[in-house]
């Protein structure tokens, strides 16, 4: 397994060359050639968590080689216990997504290919160590996901894809900005993460500005308020499986950017600017999130609202610099994949069959639907953090952490529970409980490839809900290393 992350990352762009020499006309082959792609990643990913040394807190499986000697760049690829879980996420619901995007039958060649070169990039970002392969997987996924939402998305795709595009471009201009600083602030030349790591950070007086300009960067992935206003558009208009990756996993890129990037090259500024920028921030975004939410009748735009909220428990839990609030944070990006992927393919369960998704205009389903209803009812509680399922550890681990440094903040976040549960158990009354409405009581039930992307995600959700150490004991370690850098500047 001496190449094992290169192995995941770039298997799929295989997929890509393999799909561009089909016929266009071959839909079954090409669908078919993009679920053999993503396969070998998910079991190379379940080979990684079984033999992945919990007690290393270092990077592992790392890769070497010049790519351009001229400017001292490698290809430079590795993972520690913060990366590892983001690479299981993302090989898990790319596989899965596949199957959900089976209904796609307009442009499926340029369709799946560009899912597949999405799935390289996002794949990428999570395993590079040189800040210059990390930008380039960065905007390999950008552009994938611009034409993914303007070509197949809904009515109003183009607007959401321009938006989109532009939100991300203004973020990588300033990552590029701030790398291309860092790169002529160490002798020799460099952009290995790793040794950027131990100068922490050698700007002086512009390390300040820096950090900043990659947050803002990196808050626009999150997306935090106020850069916010691109995910409601963008998850309304884009296909069903595209709103799971756009959920599931670029939003996680901007918490783990900033983990990976600003804590560790950066740790005296982080400790400075925690508080407002992560930890109040944070908070803003768990009750801004949580009320927008409770506004919205379509119900996927109260999905997307929900995911601003519950990221904002992952900031806050990134700010305490606790053991427990670190951990929980991490835990909720990964436990926030997996609950909201849920939900958005819930989502277009019932958009395929009833062509809207307004929340007033369903009624009764549970007795038209009662599967699909069971499994929908997992997700929403499991979103609302009920305890028993994974969310509630995460955001109950956030909370506890957060205490400890922002009493005032840990209470804010309580508090916003209740919403919480309030927008969430309202949708499931309107849509799935009282008199049925009789202009769906002939819905189809869900049928099998729906559930078979569902259940992995449902079992993971009530697994991790009462055996969390299952993810925790991956990335204690390394947590606990990279709190430390920062600690010390406190």
Known sequence: MDHLLSSMTFIPLVGVAIILLLPRQAHNAIKWTAVAATTPPLVLAVWLYLNFDRTHPGFQFVERAAWIPAANIEYHMGIDGVSVTMVLLTA??????????????????????????????????????????????????????????????????????????????????????????????????????????????????????????????????IPAFPFHTWLPDAHVEAPTAISVILAGILLKMGTYGILRINYSIFPEETAQLAFWCLAALGAWNIVYGALCAMAQKDLKKLVAYSSISHMGY????????????????????FNHGTITAMLFLLVGVIYDRAHHRDIDGFGGLASVMPVYTGVTAVAFFAALGLPGLSAFISEALVLLGSWGRYPELAIVGASAVILTAGYMLWALQRIYLGPVNEKYRNLPEINGRELFTLLPLAAIVVVLGVYPHAVLDLMRLSLEQLNQTVLVHF
């Open 92 to 221: 898990l619901l790319c596989f899965l997504c596949i199957f959900a995007s089976w209904g796609i039958d307009k442009g499926v060649k340029g369709y799946f290919a560009l899912f597949l070169l999405l799935d390289t990039g996002m794949m990428g970002v999570f395993c590079a160590l040189d800040f210059f392969l990390f930008f380039v997987f960065w905007e390999v996924m950008l552009l994938p996901m611009y034409f993914l939402i303007g070509i197949w998305g809904g009515p109003r795709r183009v607007y959401a894809a321009i938006k989109f595009f532009l939100y991300t471009l203004l973020g990588s201009a300033l990552m590029l900005i701030v790398m291309l600083a860092l790169y002529y602030s160490v002798e020799p030349h460099t952009f290995d993460m790793t040794k950027l790591m131990e100068a922490h950070g050698s700007l002086g007086r512009l390390s300040m500005w820096a950090w900043l300009a990659l947050f803002i960067g990196f808050a626009i992935k």
């Open 314 to 333: 992952v900031m806050l839990g990134m700010a305490s610099f606790t053991p427990q609030g670190i951990n929980g944070a991490v835990l909720q990006m």
